[in-house]
């Protein structure tokens, strides 16, 4: 069945650090791929997207590209700020249905 | 702007209550989910709904069931709430069910049962 694999946090980074966390997803066809952010004490807010093999998604200095070769969608950030710290969730849309499939969340902690 | 809210941000109830979690979106979303979501294990789906009193069995809808008298309104019922059902209830809602449909998520609902 489809799934998606998240690198497993904490993850603690400095101030204007490079940021990669990293998804895998195993899907039977072409699914849409999804990076959700949790700030704490909320719910989950879309961050970016792709819809399609090769698509780059990119909010808010994030960016992530679908690779199909490598069935991978990993979430970078160039220089993070302390507002990054947050979770963050990749996730799948496979057929019809709109049902997604998440990963279990990589917590991020900026410190000054 | 896209809105779903849910009736309460945290509740505190005893083993054996019956329990509603109240979910409702502005967006004339045709979908509604429900998740909850509990540490190491990511987001589980209990039952979504694609239209006005359908509802389908997610992953994990033991001890649980909804209800969906209007569009705008989706309603989690635990029945006779267990210590096991202490966790964060996540409510979404989607336009339509095409794979690229974004879910717009509620600000959550922390459960702990006693």
């Known amino acids: 069945g489809d799934s998606v694999t998240q690198m497993e946090g904490p993850v603690t980074l400095s101030e204007e650090a490079f940021l990669t966390i990293n998804c895998t997803y195993t899907?039977?066809?072409?699914?849409?791929l999804f990076w959700y952010v949790q700030y704490p004490g909320e719910g989950l807010q879309l961050l970016l997207k792709?819809?399609?093999?090769?698509d780059k998604g990119s909010n808010k200095g994030f960016e992530a590209t679908y690779r199909k070769e490598t069935t991978s969608f990993h979430l970078e950030k160039g220089s993070v700020q302390v507002s990054d710290s947050a979770v963050y969730f990749c996730?799948?849309?496979?057929?019809?249905?709109?049902?997604?499939?998440f990963g279990t969340g990589t917590s991020l902690t900026v410190i000054p | 702007d896209v809105k779903v809210t849910q009736s309460s941000r945290y509740l505190v109830k005893r083993t054996g209550e019956k329990v509603f979690l109240e979910c409702v979106q502005d967006?004339?979303?045709?979908?509604m989910f429900w998740y909850r979501q509990d540490p190491g294990l990511g987001l589980r789906l209990i039952y979504f709904?694609?239209?006005?009193?359908?509802?389908e069995k997610g992953d994990i809808p033991e001890g649980y069931s909804v209800s969906r008298e209007k569009k705008e309104r989706f309603s989690l019922i635990l029945e006779s709430a267990s210590t096991n059902q202490t966790s964060m209830y996540l409510c979404?809602?989607?336009?339509?069910?095409?794979?690229?449909?974004?879910?717009?998520f509620g600000p959550g609902t922390r459960l702990t049962v006693l």
């Open positions: 979404a809602s989607s336009l339509g069910r095409r794979d690229t449909d974004t879910q717009y």
């Open positions: 899907a039977t066809g072409y699914p849409s």
């Open positions: 792709a819809t399609k093999a090769d």
């Open positions: 996730a799948l849309s496979e057929w019809t249905g709109n049902q997604f499939y």
């Open positions: 967006m004339d979303h045709e979908n």
């Open positions: 709904s694609y239209d006005v009193k359908m509802k």
